[in-house]
């Protein structure tokens, strides 16, 4: 608390981060990073920008980023707004899309940092209750709102809607922003993207940090009508008008267009996610059935919190999320087959001993 802050920093209650351990021998299961490196065309591509050309400034409107991603779904750059991360491109929406006086709706559970950019604007949000068996129901978004936002698949059970369930929602909103956020889209789910040149009110966010395994370049990117994609750029353009450097260009671009190293990674997710959920149910896991590079699971009589306790005794992390919905579920990422095969044994061990 200081004196100097303004009151609208008091009120906040930013997001925090999952864990990024300063140590490198521990199976990372935490914050559904990409078990595998990303695409050896990007990490060629980052090296050749990596020239006396940093000094320039880069391309304020990454073009030929926003070409490549465009290229993929038969749509035009001018469908497409690239940001540092899509924590970033989110935000920017929530701020330039979403405040029509009504609430912003949201699932309960869903991406935390969504009540967070909420905060940080200003904007009131209702949450709406998953249904007991952690699915969104689209029928209980029949409320005035100002804009829609559902994570597809959801963050952090990992079950996704169907495309034609999205596109219900974007026809009894039609002027309403219905925002996708596709971060884990690719492991499994349909993509709402074919649906924006029929609804004009349908924004789709995606990003680089999970199925292209580039977080750490943080890149993202939404998909709309181009009269979104303006306000979108408005918003970047009066906070920080070259928020992907050239290395992250560079590497992105690359990545988009390696479509066989990309296609290669997700398939290898996918098989250990299915072998993981069978061992952890075997195990006497709940485990929701996931679209997801992570997997959200629950034990019938073994205490989550402890359970993550134990796993970080044998040098495993996995997200255990507080709170009423979410303190009984273990959020587990999906790693390679032989760390997904040591938290299976881990935990075999775990649950069998008499706590
Ligand atoms: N949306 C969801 C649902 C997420 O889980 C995440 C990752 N924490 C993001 C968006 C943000 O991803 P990034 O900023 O790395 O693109």
């Known amino acids: 608390m ?17 864990e990024q351990p300063k140590i490198t021998n521990i199976v990372k299961l935490n914050t559904n990073e990409s078990p ?6 990007a990490i060629a591509a980052i090296r050749e920008a990596t020239d006396d050309t940093l000094r320039l400034y880069p391309d304020p409107e990454s073009l030929a980023l926003r070409e490549a991603i465009a290229a993929r779904h038969g749509l035009t750059a001018r469908h497409v707004f690239v940001g540092n991360g899509s924590d970033e491109v989110l935000a920017h929406a929530f701020q330039a899309l979403f405040s029509h006086g009504d609430p912003i709706l ?6 935390s940092f969504y009540p967070v950019y909420c905060g940080l604007y200003g904007l009131p949000f209702q949450t709406v209750p998953l249904d007991a068996s952690m699915r969104i129901r689209p029928e209980d978004y029949a409320l005035p709102n100002s804009g829609i936002v559902i994570a597809n698949p959801n963050a ?30 690719d492991f499994g789910a349909d993509s709402a993207i074919p649906l924006i040149e029929r609804h004009p009110n349908l924004l789709v966010v995606q990003t680089l940090s999970k199925s292209r395994a580039l977080a750490g370049l943080r890149v993202g990117f939404a998909l709309g009508n181009p009269d979104l994609i303006e306000a979108l750029v408005r918003v970047k353009d009066s906070f920080n008008s070259y928020p992907l450097d050239r290395l992250a260009q560079a590497g992105a671009q690359a990545a988009i267009e390696d479509e066989a190293w990309f296609r290669d990674s997700v398939a290898k997710v996918m098989a250990t996610r299915a072998s993981l959920s069978s061992a952890l ?3 006497g896991f709940e485990v929701l059935p996931s679209c997801a590079n992570f997997v959200y699971v629950r034990h019938a009589d073994r205490d989550a919190a402890m359970v993550a306790a134990a796993l970080r005794e044998r040098a495993i992390i996995v997200r255990h999320l507080k709170g ?7 959020r587990v990422t999906i790693g390679t087959a032989p760390q997904c095969a040591a938290l299976a044994d881990a935990l075999g061990t775990i649950v069998r001993r008499n706590t």
Do not use: C, Q
């Open 324 to 330: 009423p919905r979410t303190s009984s579920w273990l």
């Open 106 to 111: 949201f699932p309960d559970v869903t991406y």
């Open 281 to 283: 149910t075997k195990l």
């Open 156 to 185: 952090p059970t990992g079950i996704a809607l169907s495309r034609g369930d999205i596109e219900n929602l974007l026809a009894s909103h039609p002027d309403r922003v219905v925002l996708i956020d596709e971060a884990y889209v």
């Open 2 to 18: 200081s004196r100097f802050w303004s009151p609208l920093v008091h009120r906040l209650t930013p997001y925090v981060p999952g």
């Open 36 to 41: 595998y490196g990303p695409s050896p065309m």
